[in-house]
């Protein structure tokens, strides 16, 4: 199958690894990108210090391209330069500023690279292709993390009419069935979060993979109560009470220290990334974030941690999509994509086959 998604990156399946922090790790990406898709690695959680050996990493397992995904001003700010020294040949970029992201994207174009846009909102996407990105992530509603208020089949055919640039979608994209309806909505391929991390390359504890496979699709809810931003993660107590209650200041304070130390930030870093944050658009209400925001992002992010690394979804927050209530199994990644190419080409010829006759 040919699209335009296959033709830009030079890759056999219109299919993509969303970056995900502390799921998305090299070996993931390398698998992916051998079995025909496109790995992309979530860069924020390596930082300045560790990125460059999480890239090597990666061309030691890989000959095939990939690409590096960095959520702009949340520690990423140090380590988007040797990104780009490191000339990786796909960067994938969330939030940021447009003159922050405009400096990347001509950075990057300058040595052949590729840039991928996550955008949630129609006038993101618009803005975007301004810049110059080469292909927009639009992710709906139905997506783990963030996203805005609107669904894929809304959302996914108006950005890809109002472009001239190719879109993919995330949100919700488990097997061929909504690969097969990504195309139809417009769409030039899509990108797997959940879906790719419950296999077994992933290096993610068997328990976070096994509440996965036993999700349904009623199982999540989206607040900004985690983060400070719309987010989509497993309904559980510790969920709950965050949509519930005020932030206790002790809470922050913790978590803020947890942050730092994840991101291997200093104590100025720290500050200056606090900063960045609270400068940002809030998101689908427009206007600057709050300094509860900010602090929610520091709880958010010491509770993704502690399920994701820790293994722990129940005291932990877990990012999920409502299409994890489609996972059923643990196959290999190779497995996972080519079955899907296949059930998406048998949808595609049965469609046709009904416009026939």
Known sequence: MKTRMTELFGIKYPIMLSGMNWLTTPKLVAAVSNAGG?????????????????IKQIRDLTDQPFGVNMTLGVGAREAVPIVIEEKVPV????????????????????????????????????RSEQLGADLLIVT??????????????????????????????????VDGKSLAAALA??????????????TQEAEVADSIKETWVKMTEEDTVIDPAFDGINCRVLRNKKADELMEKHLPVIDVMWAGLALKKELNLSYGEMIRTALNMKSMEAGVGGGKRKWADVMRFAIGGSLFSKATIGGDPVEGLLMAGQGAGRIKDIPTVKELLDRTMAEAEQVINEMKQKLEG
């Open 91 to 126: 960067f994938n970029y969330a939030l940021g500023r447009p003159p922050e992201i405009q400096k990347i994207i001509e950075a990057v174009h300058a040595y052949g690279g590729k840039i991928i846009g996550t955008v949630a909102m129609v006038r993101h996407a618009l």
């Open 38 to 54: 496109l790995g992309v690695l979530a860069g924020s959680q390596y930082g300045k210090d560790r990125i460059r050996d999480a």
């Open 185 to 198: 909505l417009g769409a030039e391929g899509i990108a797997m979060g959940s879906r790719l991390a419950a």
């Open 140 to 173: 709906g509603y139905e997506a783990a993390s963030h996203s805005g208020n609107v669904g894929a089949l809304v959302l996914l055919p108006t950005i890809a009419s109002a472009l001239k640039i190719p879109v993919i979608g995330a949100g919700g994209y």
